[in-house]
């Protein structure tokens, strides 16, 4: 965690969208929740934020089972093997948690089933019986987003059995026109059976109350947001599975088929990461409450949710009404359990979908690029690169070899690398160090005025999760001083060494700004040109992975796991340099022969893709 020095510098929580252990991540997933997530908490720490990043992978519910069942092995043992995957992959990216854990772990089900306690106990879960969705084939009950026919709303032929993406109304599965199984086109069987519902038309008032307060939210999410509030409905929070977290009241807790839903666990793993971190790698166990506390004593932090755009609902409504019933803010009222009154989310930043020439990412379809092929072959900068200049922030993206390779040509390698690269050159050559500047010019007090800036201009673009226009504004000032380079030609300047000592030095000091500028997009070139302008330390950290044993201490919960190891994210970023302001150079440091900062590509590449994810012809 990073400690603010700002005046009035508010604590953080960026709270990163789980992703399933299913699977290894592919560039969609990441492009959604990942890079936007770590890009914000990057600059919040930069501008003297306390910040909180944490997420996990989510562990359970069936697309868990299904899987497993395709690799013949059980739930967990699948769990254990992606969670690790995953786990290296964000690392491999660079993303900076505080804590990357998991949803099998104790502390988690015990929060959970806290939660789910305080919920029932301040009546906001009604028991009802539903028509359950049942494959034919297994047996096995299919979640309500495993099922897909035709709106009976809106006639949308895709719509899924929780909700019609096309015109927002919440559904269940029985209601649909045609339903069938995502997972292999049967029609299910529906059989009645009780559930717990969430009360959501008792907790709809304060829901209302809140999204209406929601005035600077990206404006897609807060529209599709408040059209949510026109059905509000109960909505189950178990199901027939018996692979979750089990539901810890008598009648139910010793019921191997019935689990907690996935998505009532899932969600609260933002509350039970935050804890875990807390008695894991803070000084006090209760450091979790300075990121959650809503009891009005000191001041209260910015929660921000960072996902894809298919997992708004859980976050602008289940979650919040989640939050709601457990505080006893509903129409029931009631009061708030042992953790407290929590804070509701300050934003749900909500990313649209990355396609790949055209089509949703998709495994079964082979249109899919993983994230550590990608990594091993162009490095974690270039793909943060293109996901913030050219990613799914407000509308649906389409990621192609083509563009991928103009972007890392024309702007990563000829605009910024090449600022760098002659920039550092020049002075090493001409000078060996940091050169001393003369008197400045009209051109350099007005370059190092548009460089300077750029602090405000960048910051707050991202402070408003703006990210493509920041990246923008950032290349910008480097193309501004590439320009100025061109003007000043400072190797025309042998014999007039003031002068160009002066051209130099306000060359390599916008160098040194517009890697601070582009520190949270680009945090591991960041620290090669840091090293490159002579400087030493860490300016950008990384996180690093941590293998670590779960509490072994009693929790109150039913069901509760034993105790495991398994690798975690975290990161030592309070010692990092990377500040959000101008850092002036120390003339006479040195300087070496500086290498490609990033090198280009074929060109060739763009038409025929890598070896491993080629363009089909």
């Not at 994230?371 to 200049?389: M, N, Q, W």
Request: charged share 25%.
């Amino acid at each position: 965690m990073t400690v603010g020095t700002g005046a009035g510098a508010a604590p953080v929580l960026t709270a990163v969208a789980w992703p399933y252990a299913n699977g290894p991540r592919h560039i969609g997933h990441v492009s959604g929740f990942g890079v936007p997530a770590d890009v914000f908490s990057r600059y919040q720490r930069m501008a003297g934020h306390d910040v909180l990043m944490v997420s996990g992978t989510d562990e359970h519910g069936t697309p868990i089972l299904v899987q497993a069942d395709q690799e013949g092995v059980t739930a967990r043992e699948l769990a254990d093997r992606y969670n690790r995957v995953i786990v290296d992959d964000l690392a491999g990216l660079g993303l900076s948690y505080d804590l990357f854990t998991r949803t099998t772990t104790r502390n988690h089900y015990a929060v959970v089933q806290e939660l789910f306690r305080t919920v029932h106990r301040n009546g906001y879960f009604v028991p009802q019986t539903t028509m359950s969705a049942i494959s034919p084939s297994t047996g096995r009950t299919l979640p309500d987003r495993y099922i897909e026919g035709t709106c009976p709303i809106c006639g949308y032929d895709g719509a899924r059995g929780d909700q019609c993406d096309n015109c927002g109304n919440q559904l269940d599965p029985v209601d649909l026109i045609d339903p069938r199984s995502r997972i292999n086109g049967e029609t299910p069987k529906f059989v009645e059976s009780e559930h717990l519902f969430l009360d959501l038309p008792a907790l709809a008032g304060a829901l209302g109350e809140w999204l209406r307060s929601r005035t600077d939210w990206r404006p897609n999410v807060l529209k599709f947001s408040l059209n949510l509030l026109d059905d509000l409905r109960p909505r189950a929070m178990t199901r027939d599975i018996d692979w979750g977290i089990p539901v810890p009241l008598d009648g139910w807790r010793d019921r191997p088929d019935k689990k907690l839903y996935v998505w009532f666990d899932a969600v609260i793993g933002y509350l039970s990461a935050s804890i875990e971190w807390a008695r894991r790698f803070g000084t006090d166990a209760d450091a979790w409450q300075r990121f959650w506390s809503a009891d009005g004593a000191g001041q209260q932090a910015a929660q921000y949710y960072f996902m894809g755009k298919d997992n708004i609902t859980f976050h602008s409504q289940i979650w919040p009404a989640e939050l709601l019933a457990y505080d006893g803010r509903g129409d029931k009222g009631g009061s708030p359990g042992a953790l407290g009154a929590l804070q509701l989310p300050t934003e749900v930043v909500s990313s649209e979908f990355l396609t790949m020439s055209g089509s949703k990412f998709s495994t079964s379809r082979r249109t899919v690029i993983y994230v550590r092929d990608f990594l091993a072959g162009f490095g974690p900068d270039a793909l943060r690169y293109f996901i913030a200049a050219a990613g799914p922030e407000n509308q649906d993206a389409d990621f192609t070899w083509d563009e991928f390779v103009r972007r890392t040509n024309s702007e990563l390698a000829n605009e910024w690398g090449n600022l760098v690269n002659r920039s550092i050159s020049m002075a090493h050559k001409n000078f060996g160090v940091v050169p001393t500047p003369g008197t400045l010019g009209e051109a350099e007090v007005a370059l190092l005025a548009t460089a300077e800036q750029g602090f405000t201009v960048v910051g707050d673009l991202l402070q408003r999760s703006r990210f493509r226009a920041a990246i923008g504004e950032a290349m910008r000032v480097a193309s501004a001083a590439n320009k100025y380079l061109s003007d000043a030609e400072p190797w025309k300047l042998k014999d007039d060494p003031e002068r160009q000592g002066t051209v130099l030095h306000t060359a390599l000091q916008v160098v040194d700004d517009v890697k601070a500028l582009l520190t949270p997009f680009l945090p591991h070139s960041s620290q090669a040109v840091h090293e490159a302008l002579g400087d030493s330390g860490v300016w950008a950290a990384q996180p690093r992975v941590v293998e670590v044993e779960d509490f072994d201490d009693d929790v109150e919960g039913v069901g509760v796991p034993p105790a495991r190891s398994y690798p975690v994210l975290t990161g030592d970023y309070a010692d990092e340099q990377a500040v959000w302001q101008r850092r002036p150079l120390e003339v006479g440091r040195p300087l070496s022969k500086p290498t490609p900062l990033f090198p280009k590509l074929d060109t060739k590449l763009g038409e025929t893709g890598p070896d491993w994810a080629p363009i089909a012809p």
